[in-house]
């Protein structure tokens, strides 16, 4: 069951920074948090995860509060192909399954 | 990039048919699962494939639903007795270890039952 709380949607602007909001307020300390999206009905695409420490690869930024009760996910310069439902998902270490909530649509605007 | 390959893309079949959907995982992953989502709804989980046995399905997997990894490199969903709500997209995901989340998905396929 998805744990997590998230806008609907969002918008930004071409060449902006997107932070895109998760609340997971009932996190408990062996549970990472994984963002996800999806580009209009095609797989969903795994972006980041990260357990306590903030994370960054070559698509995003995770930014975890140090409560661990919240998280951004941070697209550095937005652009159209960005555009997609973004779901941030928490799971146990070892849990077999993803349960996908309904997440963020973003939607970047040129 | 390894990628997980579903086919077909698209497939019609009559309500009460048999429909099976292929799915060829990354070559080195030992977990398989399947999805569904229902046109403007969530992901919803199917069912997670390991060791050639199932290690979890929802309540969605009922009777009318096998899986199935036939020849080492195949990993497919069979639906026996198609229904009119059984339309959706179907992914097929693949994990390579007991890491939770790493998940790589397959483009899916579209299954419409009429």
């Known amino acids: 069951d998805a744990k997590t709380t998230q806008p609907p949607s969002m918008d930004c602007a071409e060449g902006r920074a997107a932070n895109l909001p998760c609340n997971h307020s009932?996190?408990?300390?062996?549970?990472?948090v994984y963002w996800y999206r999806q580009i209009h009905s095609q797989g969903p695409q795994y972006i980041i995860h990260?357990?306590?420490n903030n994370e960054t690869n070559e698509m995003a930024s995770l930014i975890i509060t140090e409560d661990r009760k919240s998280s951004t996910l941070i697209l550095p310069h937005a652009t159209l192909r960005d555009t997609a439902v973004y779901y941030c998902i928490v799971i146990q270490t070892g849990a077999n399954n993803l349960f996908f909530g309904t997440g963020t649509r973003l939607t970047v605007i040129p | 990039e390894p990628e997980v390959t579903q086919t077909p893309s698209h497939q019609v079949t009559q309500m009460g048919q048999e429909v099976i959907l292929r799915c060829v995982p990354i070559s080195n992953h030992l977990y398989f699962y399947w999805y569904r989502q229902i046109l403007g709804q969530k992901v919803e989980f199917l069912v997670s494939?390991?060791?050639?046995?199932?290690?979890?399905k929802s309540e969605i997997f009922d009777d009318q639903f096998s899986v199935e990894r036939p020849d080492g490199s195949n990993f497919t969903l069979k639906i026996r007795s198609t229904k009119l709500e059984d339309s959706a997209m179907y992914f097929c995901?693949?994990?390579?270890?007991?890491?939770?989340?790493?998940?790589?998905f397959g483009s899916g396929t579209r299954l419409t039952v009429v």
């Open positions: 494939f390991y060791n050639n046995e199932i290690s979890e």
């Open positions: 009932t996190i408990s300390g062996n549970e990472y």
């Open positions: 995901a693949s994990k390579g270890g007991m890491t939770a989340g790493g998940y790589t």
């Open positions: 990260g357990l306590k």
